[in-house]
């Protein structure tokens, strides 16, 4: 029994540490695809993890108004994000932290790592901290209730909102395509596009502010801080591709009872999906043009009405998967 | 025993009456009179319940009610009315006719409300709760539909005779409450006494009426 | 869906201090909670062991445009701005009005946004006004005379009678 545990307790924080290894990969991959399909020869694949060692290296410089918030934010947002990874089934579903919360759940740490980026935004009182934060509250208005909405379709599916039970259902169930899990998933894919910062929402590699939304917001941090930062938005976006592979593309995933084999299979399915994943984000980024700040309404709107559509289906459909 | 109760239910009827006398009287010293009347008519009633239910107690009660209320409160106050020289007529807000008619509707409530309530008692006993609730309720229309300040104060009184009316049907009144309403109609007689005095060396009436017009609260 | 519930600390792991059951969703706050305190630090001491410590205070960067006065920082409604912008004119009702004077005419251009919180106006405004109103004609009780008082209590008095011998 203890050694079942003690199994159990390595399993997850070997799916923590993974995730958060794999997590800069994947946006070195991002932004590898995006150089390459702009005809230029790009950064090597590995240049995030360069980039936060360089910034881990750096003296850290801070604002003479910032307060114990300003300097606090960036370790507690890391965590929460952290923590959040740790509840989205990556190479197996029924690990042990699962128990503990729900997508629900997983929405409310996120939630709760966004506000604190919010405040520490603003905290040392410069104009571009407050549009940062101001709008990416804006984006949150519009992007949570569309993920409470795919929530519930999935909720309505699956039985269960426990993330580790949705995978599972989808795994057993027929490689279907339903209509109200293909709006959920156009749905998510535009929420995951809102809430990671990415194009059209948001240009995570602009350096004009006033088209800033995320980076305005830690546009005063710098060495640790701003490294700690770094990591919780490369997690982040590896959480949410995560999210979309075990609930759309689980194939692959091993159950809770599988043995070392079964895992070693979920982790290699996990990886090449999670790069597949980045691939086609860099084509799509490199494929549309970030919209302007106040047209975003509009497309966040499209998720949301995706969503709700996909509830009235799936509540019509409900007897087919019964 | 029948007899006990029709003798204890013409007592409590007297009592009723002078109730309502107390009503139409025009002058103060009529009405002290008539509450004298009343409590010495309580007091026969008790010392009656006494003999008959075989309660000792009850006759230092009765006791207590003939001399405090039904000599010694009266004497005092026609004493008072005397030297102040307070108004002889009373002043009324509402006519005799019409106050007299309420108080006949309210010892018909009184009937229908006790009937309705108590509805496991023996029929005696309701019918003296129902004259002692009228007694009450007239007490307490005299003090709204007249507005002299000592006829205030008799309205309270024939009040606290209906309530001890309605305690010696009740089983058993200790005397040790007994002692206590005494003391506080006592000290009550005395706070209103001295207000009277005051108010009267102040403005030199009691009429509620001019008390008001002085007070600027014209109505 | 599930049977009973077991009683706390059945979950399957060892610190679970809720109530466990396999068919619906749980909720653990205490194991959340623990598992963000151990990420922060655990995060706190990799990071303070991996990285450069100093630190240094120096003026705020602001893309190179420092302003320090007041004027420039966001207010709680800056902080709205965008919110108000996006959501005006559906839950607010915002109206503007522009007035554009013709060419050569002195006159300076107008521009107006008027922009209505109903929650304000329904849940707050009107019941206060309510209250108000209630409260000035309901004062008139604080200047009766005694008389009048002794009305009001005998009123009430014969009043809960009647009921009582009408209804019990």
């Known amino acids: ?84 990874a740790a509840l989205v089934p990556s190479f197996a579903s029924g690990l042990m932290f699962n128990w503990a919360a729900d997508v629900v759940a997983l929405v409310a740490v996120l939630g709760a790592a966004r506000a ?38 999935l909720a309505i599916a699956a039985g269960t909102t426990r993330l580790a039970g949705v995978a599972d259902f989808f795994i057993a169930e027929p490689f279907a395509v339903r ?28 350096h004009l502010e006033l088209t800033m939304v995320h980076e305005a917001m830690v546009l005063e941090y710098s060495g640790r801080h701003l490294a700690l930062i770094e990591a919780a938005s490369h997690l982040k976006l590896a959480l949410y591709l995560s999210l979309l592979i075990c609930l759309f593309a689980p194939f692959g995933m091993a159950p809770a009872t599988a043995g070392l084999s079964g895992w070693a299979i979920g982790l290699a399915a996990w990886i090449a999906k999670l790069l597949a994943g980045a691939v086609l984000l860099g084509v799509w980024e490199v494929s549309i043009a970030k919209m302007r700040v106040f047209r975003l309404p509009d497309f966040v709107g499209i998720a949301f009405v995706f969503g709700f559509i996909a509830i009235l289906l799936a509540f019509l459909t409900r007897g087919v998967f019964a | 025993m029948n007899q006990a109760y029709e003798i204890a239910h013409l007592l409590a009827g007297v009592m009723l009456v002078t109730s309502f006398a107390l009503l139409y009287q025009e002058r103060v010293a009529a009405v ?95 019918e003296d709760l129902a004259l002692a609730l009228a007694i009450i309720l007239l007490g307490f229309l005299m003090m709204i539909v007249r507005r002299n300040a000592v006829t205030q104060v008799v309205g309270f ?10 305690a010696t049907g009740a089983r058993g009144m200790p005397l040790v409450v007994e002692v206590s309403v005494a003391f506080s109609v006592l000290i009550s007689l005395f706070v ?9 060396e102040r403005f030199d009436t009691v009429d509620l009426e001019a008390l008001d017009r002085m007070r600027g609260d014209r109505r | ?97 522009v007035v554009m004077p013709p060419p050569g005419d002195m006159r300076p251009a107008r521009f107006s946004v008027v922009v209505v919180d109903h929650l304000w106006r329904v849940f707050y405004a ?33 009043i809960l009678l009647s009921i009582a011998a009408v209804t019990t």
Request: glycine residues 6%; proline residues 5%; contains cysteine.
């Open chain 1, 1 to 84: 029994m203890t050694r079942d545990l003690v199994v159990q307790f390595l399993a997850q924080g070997a799916q923590m540490t993974l995730v958060l290894l794999i997590a800069p990969l994947a946006v070195g991959v991002v932004r590898r695809v995006k150089a390459r399909l702009m005809r230029r020869q790009g950064p090597p694949l590995l240049q995030a993890y360069l980039d936060l060692a360089k910034l881990l290296r750096k003296e850290s410089v801070i604002a003479e108004g910032a307060s114990w918030l300003f300097r606090s934010a960036p370790y507690l947002i890391f965590a929460l994000t952290w923590v959040a």
């Open chain 1, 116 to 153: 604190l980026l919010a405040l520490a935004g603003m905290d040392v009182g410069t104009s571009f901290g407050g549009i940062g934060s101001s709008r990416e509250m804006m984006i949150a208005t519009l992007a949570e209730p569309a993920m409470m909405l795919i929530v519930v379709t």
């Open chain 1, 179 to 206: 209509v109200s899990l293909a709006l959920s998933l156009i749905s998510l894919v535009i929420v995951a596009l809102a809430e990671n910062a990415r194009i059209p929402v948001d240009n995570p590699a602009t």
């Open chain 2, 32 to 126: 002290l009179n008539a509450f004298a009347a009343q409590s010495i008519t309580l007091a026969l009633a008790v010392a009656w319940a006494a003999w008959s239910d075989d309660r000792p107690d009850l006759f230092i009660t009765a006791l207590i009610a003939l001399t405090l209320k039904g000599i010694v409160i009266p004497v005092a106050l026609h004493r008072t009315v005397a030297r102040l020289g307070i108004h002889r007529e009373v002043e009324k807000v509402v006519g005799v006719g019409a106050a007299l008619m309420v108080g006949l509707a309210l010892t018909g409530l009184a009937q229908a409300l006790v009937l309705k309530v108590a509805t496991g008692m023996a029929s005696h006993a309701r």
């Open chain 2, 157 to 166: 009184m024939s009040m606290e005779n209906g309530l001890i009316l309605a």
């Open chain 2, 192 to 200: 209103f006494a001295v207000f009277v005095f005051r108010i009267r």
């Open chain 3, 1 to 97: 869906m599930g049977g009973a519930l077991p009683g706390p600390g059945s979950g399957p792991t060892p610190f679970s201090l809720i109530a466990f059951d396999a068919a619906r969703s749980v909720y653990d706050a205490p194991v959340i909670a623990f598992f963000v305190a151990i990420a922060s630090l655990t995060t706190l001491i990799v990071v303070h062991r991996l990285s450069e410590r100093r630190t240094r205070r120096g003026p705020a960067w602001d893309c190179g445009f420092p302003d320090p006065s007041p004027a420039t920082q966001y207010t709680a409604s800056s902080f709205a701005q965008p919110l108000r912008r996006v959501y005006g004119a559906a839950a607010f009702a915002a109206q503007e009005t």
């Open chain 3, 126 to 158: 009107a019941p206060g006004r309510a209250v108000i109103g209630l409260s000035e004609r309901l004062n008139v009780l604080q200047f009766l005379t005694i008389r009048r008082y002794l009305v009001l209590m005998f009123v009430t008095l014969v």
